[in-house]
């Protein structure tokens, strides 16, 4: 019986499309650039990563869907920062967005990756887009590679 595991050597030609809200900019930037470092750093092509911006991380589903279902990319890495306040409304967005994007990979079979923050504080989102506690975006890219090689790894046991 086969093991199945990924590896993060991208195929040439692979290309990811990074979904990416605006909103908390001073975080996310930090993220889509530990997600590209990571990418061009395993071998993808700069010209092969596309980033797409949305206004916050409750767009983040629907961009990510659109993409997904264009068959244009071997994975989509969804970045954002939902950074608690005062007010429900932290709840109501960081559990949306959490399966919008589960719903999203579910649906078409394409990697979607959650690269989405959720924290208590902009300390703790500082932390996780580069300081303290690494960089989510760049281990989103790791994922969305692992990934890419896992699903074709499948498809290719599937024709045996």
Do not use: W
Request: charge should be neutral; charged fraction near 25%; glycine fraction near 10%.
């Amino acid at each position: 019986m086969p093991n199945i595991e990924g590896n993060y050597i991208p195929k040439k030609g692979t290309q990811i499309a990074i979904i990416a809200s605006r909103f908390n900019e001073f975080v996310v930037g930090r993220l889509i650039e530990g997600a590209i470092d990571c990418l061009k750093r395993h071998g993808v092509d700069e010209k092969n990563i596309v980033v797409h911006r949305v206004p916050g991380s409750f767009e983040i589903p629907v961009a990510a869907k659109k993409v997904a279902r264009s068959g244009d990319y071997h994975a989509v890495i969804c970045l954002g920062a939902v950074i608690r306040g005062d007010t429900p409304h932290f709840e109501f967005v960081s559990a949306e967005v959490s399966k919008g994007i589960a719903n999203v990979a579910l649906e078409t079979g394409t990697p979607v990756i959650y690269g989405v923050l959720t924290t208590d504080t902009i300390e703790q989102a500082i932390e996780r887009s580069g300081t303290k506690a690494g960089n989510r975006g760049f281990t989103a890219a790791l994922d969305a590679l692992e990934m890419i090689n896992v699903m074709t790894k499948i498809s290719e046991v599937g024709r045996d």
